[in-house]
């Protein structure tokens, strides 16, 4: 059975190594399962953001902060560790160990609002779940 949560962390994992294919030429399998569990956990902290136990500020920069940690610790693992080479920002500034950096850091905050507008209308269309759904606002009327 195909259940919210796969489906969510399925379009998770192919629109991010989609990103990554057109972007860089070329994605690896763990960016996918890693991209896929971000998606899980902002849609996780939108259901929060619904019930108003966050604004969508703090949304923002708690997905950012969980992508950046999550990069991080699978950098560690997949190219440090394992030496796969899948990535490497030692050339960039600001960066820790390679595998963080601060401007994909931010470019990760403009992502992720893309991402939860996107979650938004998945919840809205897909799941027809979507506390704030425009259709629920009409036949209410």
């Known amino acids: 059975m195909f259940t919210e949560g796969f489906g969510t962390f399925f379009i998770g994992a192919l629109s991010y190594g989609l990103l ?15 991209g896929g569990m971000c998606f899980l956990f902002m ?23 969980f992508i950046t940690v999550a990069e991080l610790l699978c ?3 997949i190219n440090l560790e394992l030496g796969l080479a899948v990535w490497d920002y030692s050339d960039m500034p600001f960066n820790l160990y390679g595998q963080i950096c601060l401007p994909f850091s931010l470019l990760w905050l403009g992502i992720t609002f ?15 779940r979507h506390k704030r759904s425009f259709i629920k606002e009409l036949k209410a009327r």
């Open 20 to 34: 990554e294919v057109l972007t860089r030429g070329f994605t690896h399998i763990s960016m996918g399962l890693l």
């Open 75 to 77: 950098g560690i693992i």
């Open 43 to 65: 849609s996780y902290t939108s259901e929060l953001r619904e019930e108003g136990n966050l604004t969508l500020i703090q949304q923002l920069i708690c997905v950012t902060l």
């Open 114 to 128: 893309i991402g939860i507008m996107a979650d938004d209308a998945i919840k809205r269309y897909i799941y027809t």
